[in-house]
């Protein structure tokens, strides 16, 4: 029996998973939740083998969610489940240590195959994924700028395009405001933009937020 921990922070996409799978003799769904933050927590408790996880989520977000879900809960695997389907969100996840990466629209079918793949060590992505994988690793021609900044300046740089505060990015970060500043004008630097409407801007252009 594989124990699965779904997150999202859509109640009717969250509860909607966990119906279609709560039937399947194979998987057990063992908790839920809405946040990355509320998924550490529980996954600490309850030690899922699987963490279904939204990828663009409020907060810290579904890569340093997956960073610190395997700090703290090392034997879990991570297998995301989302609408962005566009680079760069499947590479950032692969990089923070997720095993799969398959789209909300999947049927039933390939997301149990998913979970099963990935509980043995494996790995699985959806066919769309796949290509805007190895659409990334062969072109060179179509690299984000994006792709220059550190882990955590893409973190925070993602933080900031959706609207939190450096408070609390600070809060969420563990770090103090001066730091999170710090990163924010180390990134408008790189990406040659001074304003946080510019920053958006050229996030929405390579597809990294809704516009």
Do not use: W
């Amino acid at each position: 029996m594989i124990s699965v921990l779904v997150v999202d922070d859509h109640e009717l996409v969250r509860t909607g998973i966990c119906r279609m799978l709560e039937d399947h003799p194979d998987i057990n769904v063992i908790g839920q939740a809405e946040s990355g933050e509320d998924a550490i927590q529980v996954a600490r408790q309850l030690h899922p083998n699987v963490v279904l996880l939204d990828v663009n989520m409020p907060g810290i977000g579904g890569v340093e969610t997956t960073r610190r879900l395997l700090q703290s809960v090392p034997e879990t695997h991570i297998l995301a489940v989302s609408g962005l389907a566009e680079e760069p969100y499947p590479s950032l996840l692969l990089k923070a240590g997720a095993k799969g990466y398959i789209t909300k629209g999947a049927p039933l079918i390939e997301m149990v195959k998913a979970i099963k793949k990935v509980m043995q060590g494996g790995k699985y992505f959806s066919a769309d994924i796949a290509e805007q994988l190895a659409s990334s690793y062969l072109s060179e021609t179509q690299q984000s700028p994006f792709d220059i900044l550190s882990e955590r300046e893409m973190q925070v740089a993602m933080m900031v395009v959706n609207c939190i505060s450096a408070q609390e990015i600070a809060e969420k970060l563990f770090v103090s405001v001066k730091t999170v500043n710090t990163y924010r004008y180390r990134i408008f630097e790189k990406l040659n933009v001074d304003s946080d409407v510019k920053l958006t801007h050229l996030a929405v252009r390579y597809g990294l937020i809704k516009p």
